[in-house]
């Protein structure tokens, strides 16, 4: 297969003629109140949750085999009949279609030409940016032959019209819930009860479907049930509606699957001539929405009004890192990569075909990671849903896992299952590190927040049997009140208490996993080393931070003292004894009181965990065959190393002792190595999380019951990819980081293999095939690496720094490459400019103006800007920064 699409502007914007032949391929539409996916041939599915399904929810095998989809059907006589989305059973007709989608930020159009028919049909789908809860379908026909043509065309949705729970648990009993009512623009269904055996309670959704011409005439003919449409065959690709012309009717509709399809007036097109139709599908708990809806989308004018506002939202977004290489390809395609934060933010991990987490919201890890591009685009916005965040830690160093729609919303677990991610604490301090850097605001440190409580403690190592629904999820006090400590007393809590939560081998427990959700079967004895070395960095950086604060003393809750005591850390049993002395103080209520802590004894006392762990790790896991070994599993034994003849090794235990700055050299060296020769795939250029262990390690977890090359199992794993090149620059290895990162971006616009729109996926399987598209933490990642390492611009205490390490390849195609970002509130662009082309190590800043005015400088390969130099520059204006390399 040749390329699968091509840029066609510098927004993003891309033309592809084969998309229709992959089936797989979707294409997200949302906002804050609804979320579409839309493939090719308009398979896929609307939703506002996971309760409230328009559509029937679709994985990606059903994207193939699914007959349910949006259609228009065009009647010309009985026996010419055509789907304009190319969905029906006359294969011979949608053979001889010529087809092309065009596709940009978030719409997508679909051509279809049909010179037997004689017409061709384009269809615009998009989901408003400014809110409205409803997906825009709009079809514009029109004439290709010499004759005039007489048609009558006909929409068809079906709805689904429930909750997605409901696909296997009681499908045909909740599609007698149904209460369909005729509108005169359409179809709207508001079922009586949202069904649920453990409690069911009175549906609120109504779901609707309506249509209407160019001119605003409503439809002729309703098919309200798929009874009605399909006939007795039940077929939606050959609906006897269409091809038996059947007339239309209104009674016995209820308790009925509900469909969407009504016919409009018989119409007719001389050549050249087109004519268009609009359908509008939605779900509102306010039915009075609804008439608004067809006020607002009535007219042409209107649909291009709301589509000119949706590109230019999301534009905004794509621009919110704006990298200019003179590479269009590259640039176009950081586009998408820019906005994959946001489309988290509103699809969650569970709603697109290709989901990890199947009942609805973000899990821990995503809510903070997904913060990391926010803070660089408008920190200012951000600060307050940061402080909101830290409300789901539990005083025992764990959190809640799943993240509500509303800020401040935290669910224990989507399943009540009791289990604990050894790595969630350190998420937040990596991200409001980072505000911190980018502001300067060291105040947020003292900010409050409470702490979040449920029937789990102990790192749901036991049940509160006490503790009841009625209870709240707040934790509080001896004396009832709700209890709010500062938000370094929460980084405190989840840094120190895994000082001590450490395994046989003094490391830290790998509980119900780590950041690989698959390594999942070993809670009793399984230890994370890997990410024992990003708490070591944890630990550090919360030393720094209490030093620059500008505070002598700082309070906390008196139960936080015993984590201070002092021990011996090598001792396994006195961690695990002080730390049970912790929990029981912590199970119960809060005394409340606080008690006060020098900050310089405090910062000695982190800093001396943190360089204990580190010592640990290297001189404890570094193996003769060249790299750092990451777990142990249930059996405490060591997963790396040479086993049975095999060498095993993982991505992620050389990521971050490399990021944590405390492997040396030679180590760093040594593992780049060790991945070429055995992590580097040297078919599709990408770098595997894991070698093949060719065998199940169910003492350790699923990941590797899976095929190998997929998922956790040995996959081009972007996440970890794009780590370990952070990890490889922060350290100055640049031109690795550059072949680590840019090989991501190779294996992802290699279409012929990746088969994705553009946009950076989960993984990449041993075939080169991008598998979860837009919804991975990676894009995050991905950005910020792009502006703080490639870049080197960054906050640094609030000031801008600009250390690039760019290469020689990235002025391949010019001499100068620029970034656009705002910083301290202002947008600035950085040009550097490097006319000899020198590779880095070769140059150094030589020469800085700042709107055109030079800025002293010592012509080092750094260079710091204070804020105040920042804040002076005008508010509303690009400045200019120009960066001389020579």
Known sequence: ??????????????????????????????????????????????????SSFLLAPVSRIDLQSSRASRNFWIRLSPDKIWSAAGVSKDLKQINQDEFF???????????RRNKNIGLQARILSFVPAAGEPVEIMQVELTNISPKPINFTPTAAIPMYARSADNLRDHRQVTSLLQRI???????????????????????????????????????????????????????????????????????DIQGKEAMGAFSFKAASLKPGRSKTYTVVMGITRNPQEITKMITKFNRPDKITAALRKTEEFWEK???????????????????????????????????????????????????????????????QKVRVLLINNFSGVKIDGSNATIIGKDTGEFIAD???????????????????????????????????????????????????????????????TTFGKAYSGTILEHLLVENLVQFLNVGSHNHIRLEGADWNDGLDMAKENGESVAFSAVYAQNLETLSGLLLKSGRRRIEAAEEIGVLLARINYRSVSAKRKLLEKYFSRVSTPLSGRRVSLDVAKLAKALKDRSDWIKRHIRNTEWLKEGFFNGYYDNRKKRLEGKSGGRVRMTLTAQVFPIMSGFAYDWQVRKVLQSVNKYLADRNTGGIHLNTDFKSEMRDLGRAFSFSYGDKENGAVFSHMVVMFAYALYKQGYAADGWKA????????????????????????????????SYLTGSASWFMLTMLTQVFGVRGQDGDLVIEPKLSADHFSKDTSISIERVFAGRRIKII?????????????????????ENLPIDKSRYLIITREVILALPANKLSLLEIHLD
């Open 741 to 772: 990162l840019s090989s991501l971006y190779k294996m992802a616009s290699d279409t012929g293999s990746s088969k994705i729109y553009p946009c950076l996926p989960e993984y990449f399987d041993l075939r080169g095939r991008g598998m979860y």
């Open 1 to 50: 297969m040749g390329k699968l699409w091509s840029f066609t502007d510098n927004s993003g914007s891309f033309y592809s003629a084969g998309a229709g032949k992959i089936k797989s391929l979707y294409f997200p539409l949302g906002n804050e109140n609804i979320m579409s996916a839309v493939t090719p041939d308009l398979h896929g599915d609307v939703k506002s949750g996971q």
């Open 317 to 379: 977004i794509s621009r919110g890192t704006n990298i200019t290489t003179h590479d269009n390809d590259f640039d176009n395609w950081l586009r998408w990569v820019n906005i994959q934060p946001v489309l988290r933010k509103i699809f969650g991990c569970s709603f697109l075909p290709d989901f990890d987490y199947g009942k609805g919201g973000r899990g821990w890890r995503d809510l903070w990671q997904d913060c990391l591009g926010l803070i660089l685009s408008d920190p």
């Open 832 to 852: 550097f400019l490097n006319p000899a082309k020198l590779d880095f190590g070769k140059y150094r800043i030589a020469k800085v103006a700042l709107n055109s």
């Open 181 to 251: 009512k005729l509108h005169k623009f359409g179809v709207v269904s508001c079922p009586t009860l949202a069904f649920d055996e453990a409690g069911h309670r009175k549906n609120k959704d109504n779901y609707f479907v309506l249509g209407w011409d160019e001119n605003g005439a409503w439809p002729q003919r309703f098919y309200p049930t798929q009874d009605m449409f399909c006939g007795d065959a039940g077929d939606l690709e050959a609906p006897e509606a269409v091809f038996g012309n059947v007339a239309a009717g209104s009674n």
């Open 101 to 111: 989608l065009e596709a940009g930020m978030l719409w997508q159009r679909i051509t």
């Open 414 to 476: 989507r399943n009540n299952i009791s289990r604990v991610w050894m790595d969630h604490g350190i998420w937040p301090l990596l991200t409001l590190d980072l505000y911190i850097n980018e502001t300067g605001d060291f105040n947020i440190l003292f900010e409050m927040a409470g702490y979040f409580r449920n029937h789990e403690i102990k790192r749901a190592g036991q049940i509160d049997n006490n503790w009841t629904a009625s209870c709240g999820n707040k934790l509080k």
